[in-house]
């Protein structure tokens, strides 16, 4: 194992398999935090756009680690950050649940329940997915509407083993229609990345990112030029690791071994945080 020899001004947490497994907090994770945040940024990323960032702060909040809306970043804000720097008022059809559908439209989007003068189907994590909404999909995109996902994610841990996630739901529109998406926005997507530094305010370098996923936290730091950690509560192990193209720059047993072993308590900055 390898542990920081180092403090960073910001730190980006993955939350399921990292922070916690499905309402249990894996070990060391709230000790960690709270010894991070006395002195620099944090803040949480997730892939799952299944509940509103205020959701996700109000879970960690309950499981022992004070957090504010505004430190978690979703696939959903990449999304929208997205759609902003393309078709701010884009008519959508959207493969997904209703806390996306809500944001989306909070974000100035009307939302289609039909083909008809559909801009962009997006697809998400939806365990309501159905034939219908295959079907609009692909009436939309086969009428020229542009394809865009959250996250490529295969499935999402859960105490039980998983759940399908957004690829598969992408695999079947992509399938069906003979397009691929021309964004898939969330981790490990320079898009995501933005947003996540956008939201911390400190250089890529200053940032150290962890996560239970090679191809989706690791890599995501690697191309952006973040430091990465990699924890193995989740899914992948040392041998995995070892034979991967995407090399944590450090790998740890728990949260637990996060905070820099012999380094002074308090650390020190040449250039101070940006203020949010």
């Given at each position: ?15 399921d398999g ?7 907090l894996?070990?060391?994770a ?13 803040a949480?990323?997730?892939?799952k756009p ?12 309950r ?5 504010s ?20 008022s ?5 493969i ?5 559908v ?26 309501g997915?159905?034939y ?12 020229g ?19 399908p ?17 021309e ?6 997507s ?9 939201r ?27 430091s990465?950690a ?8 040392l041998e ?19 905070l820099?072993a ?12 940006l203020?949010?």
């Amino acid at each position: 194992m390898t542990s920081p020899d180092r403090w960073f001004k910001a730190y980006a947490f993955d939350l399921d398999g990292t922070i916690y497994l499905g309402d249990r907090l894996l070990p060391g994770a709230a000790d960690a935090i709270r010894g991070l945040k006395s002195f620099s940024r944090v803040a949480y990323v997730t892939n799952k756009p299944l509940q509103t960032p205020a959701d996700y702060a109000s879970k960690l909040t309950r499981l022992g680690i004070e957090t504010s809306p505004r430190d978690v970043i979703s696939s959903t804000d990449a999304l929208i950050r997205f759609l902003a720097l393309r078709a701010p008022s884009a008519r959508l059809f959207v493969i997904g649940e209703p806390p996306l559908v809500r944001l989306l439209q909070l974000a100035g989007h009307p939302i289609a329940g039909d083909p008809d003068g559909v801009e962009f189907v997006v697809v998400a994590f939806d365990r309501g997915f159905s034939y219908r909404k295959l079907q609009v999909a692909f009436d939309a995109v086969s009428r020229g509407a542009r394809l865009v996902a959250t996250n490529p994610d295969p499935f999402c841990p859960t105490p039980e083993g998983g759940l399908p996630d957004c690829a598969a739901m992408l695999a079947a529109v992509e399938a069906a229609t003979g397009v691929r998406a021309e964004a898939v926005v969330g981790k490990p997507s320079p898009h995501m990345a933005a947003a996540v530094l956008d939201r911390l305010g400190v250089p890529a370098g200053s940032v150290l990112m962890t996560g239970d996923r090679l191809a989706t936290d690791i890599r995501m730091a690697k191309l952006a030029g973040m430091s990465s950690a990699l924890i193995l509560t989740g899914c992948p192990t040392l041998e995995e690791v070892q034979d991967s193209p995407d090399r944590p720059d450090y790998v740890l047993n728990s949260l637990a071994e996060l905070l820099p072993a012999g380094m002074p308590d308090r650390p020190t900055y040449s250039t101070p945080i940006l203020k949010r």
